[in-house]
C-alpha cells in the first residue's frame, strides 16, 4: 500500500505491507524510487513488515525548490521522523543500496538506536572526489536546464547495469528516474557531492552487517566493497556472480535468497 505521509511540510510517499514480524526498511539509491524493491515486496512481506520510503526529493516525495541540496543526514532525519508516525519504536534492520548506504552511515551515526542490523548494498563509505561532485553539480544544472531526467538517464544508465542486462531493467530504472521531480534530482545529487567521508564510523558499527555487492558492480566494485566491509566487526561480504549495480531488480532469486538466509542472524534469532 502506498501512503504519503506529510514531514515537516513535505509530501514523503511510503510503500508498506506485511502485518507482523521484523521490520525491514528498504532504502533506495538514485535516480530511483521504492519501486527499486518490487521483487522483494511480497517474499518478505509474507513474515515482515516491509516500509520502502521515495526518499526525499525523489519519487512521490517531490519537491519544488529549485536550489535545495537534500543531504544523507536529513535523509536520516527523515527516516528517523516516518518510524516515529509509524509508531515503530523497536530497531529496525535497515536495508540500504547505494544512496541508501549513505543515509546508512548517518542512521547509524545519529540514530544508531533504530537499527537492529545494516545490509548495505552496492555502496561506497568515501566521499566524491572533488571532480566527481563538480560532476555531479553539473548534472544537476543541466538537468534544470532542460527540465527532464534525459540527461541523468544517459550518465546514470551504463554504470547502474552493465550492458548485456535485460532491456526490462534499463526501461524500469527509467521510469523511476522520470518519477522524480526535476528539482528534487538536482537536489539529491547536490546532497550526494555534500556527502562526507565516513570511513571512521566503520570500528564503531557493532549491528550484525551484511555487505551485497555485485561481480561487474562500476559504482562500488568488490574489491573497494570488501576492503571496508572488512572493517566493520563481524561484518559478512557477499559478492554475487553476474550482476552490477543493482541486484535486487537485476538478481532477484539469488538477492532475496541471500536475504532470506541472513535474516534469522539480522534479527538476532539466530546466530551467524
Ligand atoms: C546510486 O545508485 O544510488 C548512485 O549510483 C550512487 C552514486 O551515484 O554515488
Given at each position: 500500500m502506498?501512503?504519503?505521509y506529510t514531514?515537516?511540510?513535505q509530501p514523503y510517499q511510503v510503500y508498506r505491507a506485511g502485518m507482523e514480524g521484523p521490520v525491514l526498511l528498504f532504502v533506495h539509491g538514485f535516480p530511483l524510487n521504492h519501486a527499486?524493491?518490487?521483487n522483494q515486496f511480497l517474499h518478505f512481506a509474507a513474515s515482515h513488515r516491509v516500509i520502502a520510503p521515495d526518499l526525499r526529493g525523489l519519487g512521490?516525495?517531490?519537491?519544488?525548490?529549485?536550489?535545495?541540496?537534500?543531504t544523507m543526514e536529513q535523509?536520516?532525519?527523515?527516516?528517523d521522523a516516518l518510524l516515529s508516525e509509524l509508531q515503530i519504536n523497536e530497531p529496525v534492520v535497515f536495508i540500504g543500496?547505494?544512496?541508501?548506504g549513505y543515509v546508512a552511515w548517518q542512521m547509524a551515526k545519529k540514530y544508531p538506536q533504530r537499527l537492529r542490523s545494516l545490509v548495505l548494498c552496492h555502496t561506497r563509505v568515501v566521499a566524491d572526489t572533488a571532480e566527481q561532485a563538480a560532476g555531479r553539480h553539473q548534472l544537476a544544472a543541466e538537468t534544470l536546464r532542460i527540465q527532464t531526467s534525459l540527461k541523468i538517464e544517459e550518465v546514470m544508465l551504463p554504470r547502474l547495469l552493465p550492458a548485456s542486462t535485460d532491456q526490462s531493467h534499463?526501461?524500469?530504472v527509467r521510469q523511476m528516474a522520470r518519477s522524480s521531480s526535476i528539482s528534487g534530482l538536482a537536489a539529491t545529487l547536490r546532497g550526494m557531492a555534500a556527502r562526507p567521508d565516513?570511513?571512521?564510523?566503520?570500528p564503531s558499527i557493532t549491528v550484525p552487517t551484511l555487505a551485497i555487492c555485485g561481480e561487474y558492480d562500476a559504482i562500488s566494485p568488490p574489491a573497494e566493497m570488501s576492503a571496508w566491509s572488512s572493517k566493520i566487526p563481524g561484518a559478512r561480504f557477499v559478492s554475487l556472480p553476474g550482476v552490477g549495480h543493482l541486484s535486487p531488480i537485476e538478481g532477484p532469486h539469488a538477492f532475496n535468497q541471500l536475504l532470506t538466509e541472513s535474516l534469522p542472524w539480522l534479527t538476532g534469532t539466530m546466530s551467524r
Open positions: 502506498l501512503t504519503t514531514l515537516e511540510h527499486q524493491w518490487e512521490g516525495s517531490r519537491i519544488s525548490d529549485n536550489d535545495m541540496v537534500v535523509h536520516a532525519d527523515d527516516l543500496l547505494s544512496m541508501g534499463v526501461e524500469a565516513m570511513t571512521n564510523l566503520l
